[in-house]
């Protein structure tokens, strides 16, 4: 596959998506250790489905590459998107079971948040995330994310009610420099 080095940091880059890689999303989004973390079990997606949402997205949806060997990993973006209020969401997930706990979804986290709040201009970037999915949680506090509500008992899943969590952070809190190909 072809990537591109839009956003670049330690260990991975964010790519435009490729349309090639249709089939290596259903494959993951097929697998219940993916979607049961981002609330996506109960939907159905085939190649052809994927390939057009990656063609016609209008978000600012990333691959996940690695730096060493150009393997994607993963996906993440930056949608809903507020000029006026200068607010967003983000999500992001790591594709296969050995990618993960590695620190890649930190890393991607942070660098979606220093191009939203240095290049976007957005003020507050928010994500929800179910209250099981406690490595996620411990991720988005390592990023600076804090909780700022819950919904109780929104999400089933398996035959159970899960809170849904929502959690934000702003420029101001948000430290560090991590897009390495910034010109300026």
């Given at each position: 596959m072809?990537y591109?080095?839009?956003?670049v940091g330690e260990r991975?880059y ?7 890689d ?12 993916t979607t049961d973390g981002?609330?996506a079990s ?8 994927e390939a057009?949402?990656i063609k016609?997205n209008?978000?600012?949806?990333f691959a996940i ?5 150009d393997?994607?990993i993963?996906?993440?973006?930056i949608?809903?998107?507020n ?7 983000v ?5 296969d079971?050995?990618n ?6 930190a ?6 948040l ?6 976007l201009?957005l003020n507050n970037i928010q994500?929800g995330?179910?209250a099981?999915?406690?490595r996620?949680?411990?991720c988005?506090?390592?990023v600076?994310?804090?909780e ?13 009610y899960y ?5 934000d952070?702003?420029?101001r ?5 991590y ?6």
């Amino acid at each position: 596959m072809k990537y591109f080095k839009k956003i670049v940091g330690e260990r991975i880059y964010l790519s435009p998506m490729n349309v090639e890689d249709a089939e290596k999303y259903v494959e993951w989004l097929s697998d219940f250790r993916t979607t049961d973390g981002i609330g996506a079990s109960c939907k159905m997606t085939n190649i052809e489905s994927e390939a057009e949402w990656i063609k016609n997205n209008k978000d600012y949806q990333f691959a996940i590459v690695n730096l060493e060997n150009d393997e994607l990993i993963g996906n993440c973006g930056i949608k809903d998107i507020n000029n006026i209020n200068r607010c967003a969401e983000v999500g992001l997930f790591i594709g296969d079971e050995e990618n993960r706990n590695k620190g890649y979804g930190a890393e991607a986290l942070r660098l979606l948040l220093d191009y939203g709040f240095n290049y976007l201009n957005l003020n507050n970037i928010q994500l929800g995330v179910k209250a099981f999915n406690e490595r996620a949680i411990a991720c988005y506090k390592k990023v600076g994310f804090k909780e700022y509500g819950r919904r109780r008992e929104a999400y089933f899943l398996n035959g159970k009610y899960y809170d849904h969590v929502f959690m934000d952070i702003l420029a101001r809190e948000f430290e560090g420099d991590y897009i390495k190909n910034k010109n300026v």
